[in-house]
C-alpha cells in the first residue's frame, strides 16, 4: 500500500516504529479525506488549501492544552 511505502520510506530517513507507521498512516487519511473534499466540492478552491484545511483540524484535534 501507499501507506506503507511512506513509513518503509519515513524509517530508511531514520524515523523508528511507531512514529513512522503512525505518521504514514496519518499522512493517508489527511490525504484521502482532503481528496474527497476537494473532489465533491462546489467552492473550487485548490487541493492544497483543502488539504492544510484538513491538517489545521487534525493538529486541533491532536494539540495539548
Known amino acids: ?6 513509513a518503509d520510506t519515513l524509517r530508511a530517513r531514520g524515523v523508528a516504529d ?9 499522512a493517508m487519511s489527511v490525504f484521502r479525506i482532503g481528496f474527497a473534499r476537494w473532489v465533491e466540492g ?20 491532536t494539540a495539548t492544552t
Do not use: F, H
Request: charged share 25%; proline share 3%; net charge negative.
Open 42 to 61: 462546489a467552492d473550487k478552491r485548490d487541493l492544497s488549501q483543502i488539504m492544510r484545511e484538513s491538517l489545521g483540524e487534525l493538529k486541533t484535534v
Open 18 to 26: 511507531p512514529a513512522a507507521t503512525l505518521t504514514a498512516d496519518i
Open 1 to 6: 500500500t501507499l501507506s506503507a511505502a511512506l
